[in-house]
């Protein structure tokens, strides 16, 4: 059934207040293609959302928000290992602690990531060395215009670092309703991340004798201990992406800076945006109702719930002070609407 002036604010993480000129809640294909339809007669712009963590709503919603509540989940042992396949409504997070409290590993180091899985593959989720393309197979979306059920494997899905087609030729064309994975039966820990390592020898663990929900352990403890919950403080988790850059300027910037944050990525060396910015002054700034984390720098907050405009101007101000201090451009992870 489809709603009118829906407030939004308790479905962003973010908790900026915004309206939604029309809203739908579908738990089905039909539901979905009949939401599609009611936008396509009235020739309404769609916003789908899922847990409302990588959106920043800077003002209200002229069209059809669309909340994408479908649920279940199914676990298929095969000869390389167990395929996962969960419903886009599902939620990310109680998603990877249920495969390690099965004993299957390949999720662990996404731990405690906010929002529903069908948002993942968007954003090609990663963090701790591990992105979703590394256990991903394959997903179904519905094309927009049409209403028609579409799959896409792993090379169509052209993923990238926190990017992929959904955010490119086919932005804005498909809502995703489920996600396949592929969990290894042979597992080994992905301990290359500095501080997930560190975190694990200080409490006594070696990698021969880890265990998925083990690592998921130490994944939660390291992300709470910087991160705010957006239940306490809202906020939309990093809200940077690192910046990829070229050897030169990464040598430059390291010469310049020799305790630079940096890690190797193929040619490229991709910076932490958390460093750039904590070394620029910005940890625990505050404009107003919003400001940056006190521990996290990489972490806009909305204390005060502020509005878009002040978010996005906050992160405008950043961005254009490491631009000149550091010739770094830096692009905001979360999407801005509308």
Known sequence: ???TDIDLQP????AIAARAAHFARVGNLEQLREALEYARAKNLPILPLGGGSNIVLTGDFPGLVILVEFHGLSLDDNADGTSLCAAAGENWHRLVMYTVEQGLGGLENLALIPGKIGAAPIQNIGAYGVELRDTFTDLQAVHIPTGELREFSATDCQFGYRDSVFKGAARDQYIITRVRLQLPRKWSPRLDYPALHQHLAEHGHSAADLTPAEVAGAVIDIRN?????????PNAGSFF???LVDADCYEGLKKAHPDLVAFAAGEQWKLAAGWLIDRAGWRGARRNSVGVHDRQALVLVNP??????EVTGLAEEIAA??????????EPEPRYYP
Do not use: H
């Open 225 to 233: 201990s910087k991160l705010p919950s957006p239940d306490d403080i």
């Open 1 to 3: 059934m489809i709603e």
């Open 11 to 14: 479905l962003n993480t973010l």
């Open 321 to 330: 002070d490491i631009r000149a201090k550091y010739g770094v451009e830096l």
């Open 304 to 309: 005060g719930r502020g509005s878009g405009a």
């Open 241 to 243: 992406k690192n910046p």
